[in-house]
């Protein structure tokens, strides 16, 4: 998608016509986006009563995610590559969920109602034009997409829990095995259904890179109210099936440079960082691998003896145990927040950041970075919109 010739700028910010007239659209609803989430909903199923099988019995939960994700990729319009990239794994992903080419108009339709409803400032026949022309951008992206996806992979991939193993009361360890090949990159996550709870989907990154036996491991914490996550870690057990999206997310690593990884791991944020070790030994790098291993106590470090194994199987790799309470009772164990260990540990010039954990830690991080003189593009992480997904549910 080219983005229009003419530009203007608006606060400091280089900007094409259409990202403009969205941008201020985007800024009215802000303060009012629960009720304009709530209304297009209400569009959305008042005129297409067939869609809402479509999605779960847990609305409240989750029922924001497509309206705000399209509200989300209209705000990149002005970036191609990364809207092209966001896009593409939410049309792959929206398989899983039965979405049909049908399905588009009628949630453009809401769409706009829902705009016109509540931008009742800026909203005009410009501003419309503006948002149909990048929801048909939108759209398109996304559907082309999906029917490339279709042609290697299926909507979804059915898969026995081959392995159950409790690591805390709230954090299991689940090993899965899938019906077909699942085609992964160390790094990435994927959406996860249970029996218990159709249409329920939350998303976990892989802990481990790919196996040769084709098995998939997933670090699950069961949070209050989180109907997946606590099926997952209380009542799954080997023998059951459940249902995988495609992978996604884009933290992965570049193994056309030599630089050395800085991987900061917190909570079960360790999982895939445990993953992006993995890859490093298979493809024989002897690159200089550092990991920040964050918790608030020792006795939550609940994969510390995993990783203190692999600093044992590797020359090139570092684990640091950092607890925010209480006094490390480790060997080169530190004491405070994961940001300010990493700072403290540094110079970093050499090095990429590779991110996992909370949304705060992720932010709190990437500012440390930053402030220590490490260019953003050499720090990996996932989108704040991916974060806020893969946060366990």
């Known amino acids: 998608m080219d983005a229009p010739a003419t530009r203007w700028t608006e606060g400091g910010t280089d900007r094409s016509p259409d990202a403009i007239l969205i941008h201020r659209t985007l800024t009215e609803i802000s303060p009012v986006a629960d009720q304009a989430t709530s209304y297009f909903y209400a569009l959305l199923f008042t005129r297409r009563p067939d869609l809402r099988a479509m999605f779960p019995v847990a609305m409240d939960m989750q029922r924001d995610r497509l309206f705000r994700a399209i509200l989300g990729a209209a705000d990149r319009f002005d970036s191609p590559r990364a809207l092209t990239e966001y896009l593409g794994e939410l049309g792959r992903g929206h398989r899983k969920y039965g ?16 705009l016109s409803r509540y931008a009742t400032i800026v909203w005009d026949a410009e501003v419309e034009a503006a948002w149909v ?11 082309d997409a999906a029917a490339e996806d279709e042609q290697w992979a299926p909507a979804w991939w059915h ?15 689940l090993t899965i095995r899938p019906d077909q090949v699942y085609p992964f990159v160390a790094g990435q996550y994927a959406a996860m259904e249970t029996p218990w709870w159709p249409r329920v989907w939350r998303h ?12 998939l491991t997933f670090h699950v914490k069961a949070v209050p109210a989180g109907w997946v996550s606590n099926a997952l870690v209380h009542r799954a057990r080997p023998g059951d099936i459940v249902r995988l999206g495609p992978p ?22 360790i999982a895939p960082i445990k993953a992006l070790v993995e890859d490093v030994a298979q493809h024989g790098d002897r690159r200089p691998v550092e990991v920040f291993y964050g918790a608030r106590s020792d006795r939550d470090l609940y994969d510390i003896e995993t990783m203190m194994r ?15 309470m209480g006094r490390p009772e480790r060997e080169g164990g530190l004491r405070g927040l994961l940001p ?54």
Not at 99 to 114: I, R
């Open 99 to 114: 979405t049909l080419v049908g399905h588009y108009p009628a949630v453009g339709e809401a769409l706009l109602g829902a």
């Open 133 to 143: 022309r990048a929801y048909t951008a939108i759209s398109q992206i996304m559907i």
């Open 340 to 393: 300010e260990a990493v700072r403290e540990c540094g110079p970093w010039h050499e090095y990429d950041a590779y991110l996992s954990g909370p949304p705060g830690m992720i932010r709190s991080s990437v500012d440390a970075l930053r402030g220590i003189g490490m260019p953003a593009e050499r720090i990996r992480h996932d989108s704040v919109e991916e974060l806020a997904a893969v946060v366990p549910g």
């Open 204 to 215: 976990y990154s892989f802990a481990s890179a790919p196996r040769r036996d084709g098995l």
């Open 159 to 173: 898969a026995e829990v081959v392995s159950h193993e409790p690591r805390t009361r709230d954090i299991a360890v």
């Open 248 to 269: 996604s997310g884009s933290m992965t690593i570049d193994h056309s440079t030599h630089n050395g990884l800085l991987c900061l791991g917190g909570g079960t944020g």
């Open 310 to 324: 692999l600093q044992k199987t590797f020359p090139w790799l570092v684990v640091r145990p950092v607890i925010s």
